[in-house]
């Protein structure tokens, strides 16, 4: 069975404290790793796909990398505006539709 | 564009009623999607369509039906309502199979 595990469930960090946020994951034939935003009351926002170990994706304070068994959402000198909840998501599988399997989030606050 | 609008926002229902909820995109995607999200619970994949006049079940699509005669529209029915159905439902949409998944902000749906 896809599993798909975030941690930590929630981080507090200073603003411009750097971290990392994690997502692991024991699949067969991953096809792609997404990472999302969910502020309250809003539906889950794109913001990286990944394809293969060792691939890198760049956006503002964000930047996620990918391994054969777990990927990371850093976050650099991160702002208040960066509080939401992350979470990662990988598509498995062949043929017509490839379901997605996401992870159960982490809350991030950044405080001022 | 509007991009993935669901409707209602806000739902309070009796236990045995039925209701449709309503999702539509303006993005002309092949690919929508119904999951519902649970606290502690990762989206769980209702049902999917790869197309107009095709459909099929996720991972819980006991208690729902949902139908797809157009690109556009694809809304998911609640035929007897019950409390376990109590959750936030979110439809989704991808242009293709391995494009990410865009989402509108969701339905409140709590059975009473």
């Known amino acids: 069975e896809d599993q798909v595990t975030q941690s930590p469930e929630a981080l507090r960090l200073q603003e411009g404290e750097s971290s990392s946020l994690n997502c692991s994951y024991t699949?067969?034939?991953?096809?792609?790793l997404f990472w999302y935003r969910q502020d309250p009351g809003k539906g889950p926002e794109f913001l990286f796909t990944?394809?293969?170990a060792g691939e890198e994706k760049e956006k503002e304070r964000l930047k996620a990398t990918l391994t054969k068994k777990e990927s990371f959402l850093h976050i650099t000198a991160p702002k208040p505006e960066d509080s939401a909840t992350y979470l990662c998501a990988v598509q498995v599988g062949s043929g017509g539709y490839q379901k997605v399997t996401f992870g159960t989030g982490t809350k991030l606050q950044v405080i001022p | 564009n509007a991009g993935v609008t669901q409707t209602p926002k806000f739902q309070v229902l009796k236990t045995g009623q039925s209701m449709t909820l309503q999702c539509a995109q303006d993005?002309?995607?092949?690919?929508m999607s119904w999951y519902r999200q649970d606290p502690g619970m990762g989206l769980r994949l209702i049902h999917y369509?790869?197309?107009?006049?095709?459909?099929d079940q996720g991972e819980v699509p006991n208690g729902y039906n949902v139908s797809r005669s157009t690109t556009e529209d694809f809304p998911l029915r609640l035929l007897s309502a019950a409390p376990s159905q109590t959750s936030v439902y979110f439809c989704?949409?991808?242009?293709?199979?391995?494009?990410?998944?865009?989402f509108g902000d969701g339905t409140r749906l709590s059975i009473l």
């Open positions: 699949v067969s034939g991953l096809r792609g």
């Open positions: 990944l394809y293969s």
């Open positions: 993005m002309n995607h092949e690919y």
């Open positions: 369509s790869v197309g107009a006049g095709i459909t």
């Open positions: 989704a949409s991808r242009r293709g199979k391995h494009q990410p998944q865009h």
